[in-house]
């Protein structure tokens, strides 16, 4: 089992900029793919950003303004959102899952396993 805790929501102005941690344990991790999605009210969920070891992926509606990383070495997956704007609001949501990144995790969101959320606000 993998456990997935978020932290770093808040709330900040537009242009503004937050960064969200998820921290991992239980079981290693020998091939992974990590991943952040948000859901808003009202809204389906949005894959935002993925990586493995290979690359990382982002969705067009944060490419230039998030960015993905992790520190291997304590189990923990970011993301440094910038120029934040109101409509970046939603709850955000880490995953992994032990399979390197593909459609069907990136597109289709099977994750096997997701964090609790961290909530972002941003107003204008």
């Known amino acids: 089992q993998v456990q997935l805790v978020e932290s770093g929501g808040g709330s900040v102005q537009a242009g503004g900029s937050l960064k969200l941690s998820c921290q991992r344990s239980g079981r290693y991790l020998n091939r992974f793919c990590l991943g952040w999605f948000r859901q808003a009210p009202g809204k389906e969920r949005e894959g935002v950003a993925h990586?493995?070891?290979?690359?990382?992926f982002y969705a067009d509606s944060v490419k230039g303004r998030f960015t993905i990383s992790q520190d291997h070495a304590r189990h923990t997956l970011y993301l440094q959102m910038d120029n934040l704007k109101p409509e970046d609001t939603a709850m955000y949501y880490c995953?992994?899952?032990?399979?390197?990144?593909?459609?069907?995790?990136?597109?289709?969101?099977?994750?096997?396993?997701w964090g609790q959320g961290t909530q972002v606000t941003v107003s204008s």
């Open positions: 995953a992994a899952d032990e399979e390197y990144c593909s459609d069907r995790l990136v597109i289709e969101g099977k994750y096997h396993y």
């Open positions: 990586l493995d070891d290979y690359e990382s």
